[in-house]
């Protein structure tokens, strides 16, 4: 059974910082780009990070979130520091065969589109209070 499971998210205050974490589990990970994707309330889902070997960012969130990856433990990360209110969503990790279709830029601009992404995990609450 293909399982990803979100952790780390909760309540913190604007400036602050969480660590959300994606345990991967039944698939070849190392295989697999991941994607931290978040939905707030009304809004439609979007890309925030994602990571092959290289990372890549949305604008939004470039300079205070950092993605990673351990395969080893078949684990990827988003350090989010530097919360702001707007960052207030539900916060998902997703894996995708790894390709620059899934996970790049293009002429600076991130693209990550979320039909891409086989498998996703139930999502996680990350609220910003200000």
């Known amino acids: 059974e293909v399982q990803l499971v979100e952790s780390g998210g909760g309540l913190v205050q604007a400036g602050g910082s969480l660590r959300l974490s994606c345990a991967a589990s039944?698939?070849?990970?190392?295989?697999?780009?991941v994607g931290w994707f978040r939905q707030a309330p009304g809004k439609e889902r979007e890309g925030v990070s994602c990571?092959?070997?290289?990372?890549y960012y949305a604008d939004s969130v470039k300079g205070r979130f950092t993605i990673s990856r351990d395969n080893a433990k078949n684990t990827a990360y988003l350090q989010m520091n530097s919360l702001k209110p707007e960052d207030t969503a539900v916060y998902y990790c997703?894996?995708?065969?790894?390709?620059?279709?899934?996970?790049?830029?293009?002429?600076?601009?991130?693209?990550?589109?979320?039909?891409?992404?086989?498998?996703w995990g139930q999502g996680i609450q990350v609220t910003v209070s200000s």
């Open positions: 997703a894996a995708a065969p790894a390709s620059p279709l899934v996970c790049t830029y293009y002429s600076d601009i991130y693209y990550s589109p979320l039909y891409e992404y086989r498998y």
């Open positions: 990571i092959r070997s290289d990372t």
């Open positions: 039944g698939f070849t990970f190392g295989d697999y780009a």
